[in-house]
């Protein structure tokens, strides 16, 4: 089993900047990709950002682009959601989502509880 918790959500005026951790422990595949999701009330979990195991491979969403930057630590461990210019529309709650690509258990998501991130003024 895989564990993963996030923190560093909270209230932040528009045009601030936050960064959201997240900390994964257990059977943990040697390939794999860490990521961020989102889900807005009302809508669909939606992808934010990923990142592989070596950092070699980035994916961002297109509403995030240019504003986000995700990371990993060299633990593998811990990724990161630097986030900055934020909008009132980035308000949601994110989630932590590891997924195994070996060929063991490949596709295999596990999520985290999630945190809540709200742009107010």
């Known amino acids: 089993q895989v564990q993963l918790v996030e923190s560093g959500g909270g209230l932040v005026q528009p045009g601030g900047s936050l960064t959201l951790s997240c900390v994964a422990s257990?059977?943990?595949?040697?390939?794999?990709?860490m990521g961020w999701y989102r889900q807005a009330p009302g809508k669909e979990r939606e992808l934010v950002a990923l990142?592989?195991?070596?950092?070699?491979?980035?994916k961002y969403g297109d509403s995030v682009k240019d504003r986000f930057t995700i990371s990993r630590d060299n633990t593998e461990t811990i990724v990161y959601l630097q986030m900055n210019t934020l909008k009132p529309e980035d308000t949601a709650v994110y989630y932590c989502n590891l997924r195994e690509l070996g060929p063991r258990n490949y596709g295999m998501d596990y999520w985290g509880k999630g945190t809540l991130v709200t742009v107010s003024s």
């Open positions: 990142i592989t195991r070596g950092s070699t491979t980035t």
């Open positions: 257990g059977s943990i595949g040697m390939n794999n990709a």
